[in-house]
């Protein structure tokens, strides 16, 4: 059963920068499409990124040009990189692992992280 463990939140000023890991354990996430989704207070849970098997990925158009993500099949562990944070930004971000060609909230065989808080303020 995999299992995906997210850290790497916090508080940040607006312009800043964090870097999100996923680490996953118990199966590899070499054959995964893999992504991040985030929930604000008060709205749905919405896509962020997603890397596909094939490489490919997709992000959210709210944060092209600022974040990437990544992923270390070593480490086996997916990254999202966050920069010029916004306080639009402020989230609870998870972690999202598929067999599944794309990223989907609603993917009912897709495993989840606990999520992990990023606020952007001042």
């Known amino acids: 059963q995999l299992q995906l463990v997210e850290s790497g939140g916090g508080l940040v000023q607006p312009g800043g920068s964090l870097r999100l890991s996923c680490a996953a354990s118990g199966s590899s996430l070499d054959f995964y499409t893999v992504g991040w989704f985030r929930q604000a207070p008060g709205k749905e849970r919405e896509g962020v990124s997603c890397r596909r098997h094939d490489r490919s990925t997709y992000y959210a158009d709210s944060v092209k040009g600022r974040f990437t993500i990544s992923r270390d099949n070593a480490q086996n562990t997916v990254y999202l990189q966050m920069n010029d944070l916004k306080p639009e930004d402020t989230a609870v971000y998870y972690c999202?692992?598929?067999?599944?060609?794309?990223?989907?909230?609603?993917?009912?065989?897709?495993?989840w992280g606990q999520g992990t808080q990023v606020t952007v303020s001042s």
């Open positions: 999202t692992a598929t067999l599944a060609a794309m990223c989907r909230a609603g993917d009912p065989d897709a495993f």
